[in-house]
Each structure stands twice: as structure tokens, then as C-alpha cells.
């Protein structure tokens, strides 16, 4: 928890100033905490996530999208690099590492494995590094399902490990404004995302989040995203 908000703060911060208002960030405890809230009418102003809750809030709560991290984002199956699995369905009944359910991960880890019958053990965690520790060092996983920019990112580190499958590209994570946000203060937010990379204070708000830019997007480009979340209790 608190990790997230301190990654988060300089976006707080630059949005505080847009706005003159003060923005708090909330973080819960697991993704089951998350998934109550992200049912609850307004629980957030303001929430930067994956594509299948924008799409649920977007549809059901009628949140309005703002702006996203350019492009698309798919997420990577990996297993250490001496394991002898070459295919994933090897991996039946064996332990795969993911962050908590509902999140992207496991998710997609869920679609990769449709049949009850024949399933691997999940292991929920908090983080991706908690995943890859899980795998690399404690050896107590066989697999883990980790986005794919994360697992570029690991690699180009010096971790060593091979990417079994990668899942089909969704949209990258967007930021979104409930309803009960002024439609003044809605655009002034839209605006200074998608300029951020103009001004001085926005190129710093970037810069600290690991991004080049926000893009402009609306509610039609997560479209249909939420599907996966059908299945799961409380849709």
C-alpha cells in the first residue's frame, strides 16, 4: 500500500495543482478489496487502472475516460530458465504466480486455463517483484504470469527466465472521473494529461511515472474489456 502511494504521489501532487484541490490517494490492502470497491458508485474521483475495471466503471458507474498510457500492453507467462516446461499446459496442477484475482493477471491467467478440471495452483501476490521473487528465488512457483513490459524490463536487468506464451494485446491503463466529478474540473484534468508532456511540471509528473506521455481515449476504446470479469462473483 504503501509503495503505491508513494509511485503514485507525483501524479497526485501535478493533478492537485491542475485542480486546486487536494487529492488523496487510496490504496487497499489486496485485489478482493479493490473488487468490492470498484462496485460501490464514486468510491474513487479519480482512478488510473486496467483496461477491464475502466471498462466496468465505464459501463455499469458511468465513468468518463480522460486519457491513457499510450498503446497496448499484454502479459507474459514465464518460467525459470533451466524448468523443462516448454508449453503451458505442463503446467497443470503445478503453482503459477500472479497478483490477486480480479486483477489483469489473473484474469488472463484464468483464460489461458478454461477447462475446471484441468487447473494450475494459483499463488497470489501483492506485486510483480513478489511474483518473480516467488519464481527465481524462493523457487516456490513453477510459473509466472507478469506484465510483458515488466518482464522486458526484468530481463534487460540480467534476470534470467523464458517467456512460455504471451497473451493478446488489450489498451494500456487509462485514468478515469466518476460522475460526480464537475464536468469543468473533468476537462481540466483531460487537458493537462494529454499536454502533460508540454509544461515543465508535467514533463516532471512523467518523468516519474516511467512514461513519455498520456494519450487521449474515451470509453470506446476499452469496449468490451470488462467481459472477462463476468464469471467472477459480484459482476
Known amino acids: 500500500m504503501e509503495s503505491t502511494k508513494k509511485d503514485f504521489l507525483p501524479l497526485a501532487d501535478y493533478l492537485g495543482r491542475v ?18 470497491a470498484v462496485r460501490k458508485p464514486n468510491s474513487y474521483d479519480l482512478i488510473f487502472d486496467d483496461a477491464h475495471f475502466t ?6 458507474l458511468g465513468y468518463d475516460v480522460l486519457a491513457k498510457v499510450p498503446g497496448y500492453i499484454s502479459y507474459s507467462l514465464i518460467v525459470a530458465q533451466d524448468s523443462p516446461i516448454t508449453d503451458p499446459h505442463e ?30 495452483n494459483v499463488v497470489e501476490t501483492g506485486s510483480p517483484d513478489k511474483a518473480l521473487a ?24 540480467g534476470d534470467k527466465f523464458r517467456v512460455l506464451i ?12 466518476a460522475p460526480s466529478v464537475d464536468p469543468l474540473i473533468r476537462t481540466a484534468i483531460r487537458n493537462a494529461l494529454i499536454n502533460a508532456n508540454s509544461t515543465p511540471a508535467g514533463e516532471r509528473m512523467l ?23 463476468e464469471k467472477y462473483w459480484g459482476y
Open 55 to 60: 471498462d466496468y466503471r465505464a459501463t455499469k
Open 19 to 36: 485542480t486546486g484541490k487536494r487529492v488523496v490517494i487510496h490504496a487497499l490492502p489486496n485485489f478482493l478489496s479493490y473488487w468490492n
Open 91 to 120: 503446467l497443470v496442477g503445478k503453482r503459477i504466480a500472479t497478483m490477486g484475482a480480479p486483477s489483469m493477471g489473473a484474469m488472463r491467467l484464468q483464460s489461458l486455463y478454461p477447462n475446471p478440471l484441468r487447473q494450475p
Open 166 to 177: 504471451s497473451t493478446e494485446p488489450i489498451p494500456h491503463m487509462a485514468i478515469s472521473a
Open 207 to 229: 518523468e516519474e511515472l516511467g512514461l513519455a506521455r498520456l494519450e487521449p481515449a474515451d470509453t470506446t476504446v476499452y469496449r468490451g474489456q470488462a467481459r472477462i470479469l
Open 134 to 157: 516467488l519464481l527465481l528465488g524462493k523457487k516456490r512457483v513453477r510459473a509466472a504470469i507478469l506484465p510483458t513490459p515488466y518482464v522486458s524490463s526484468r530481463r534487460n536487468h
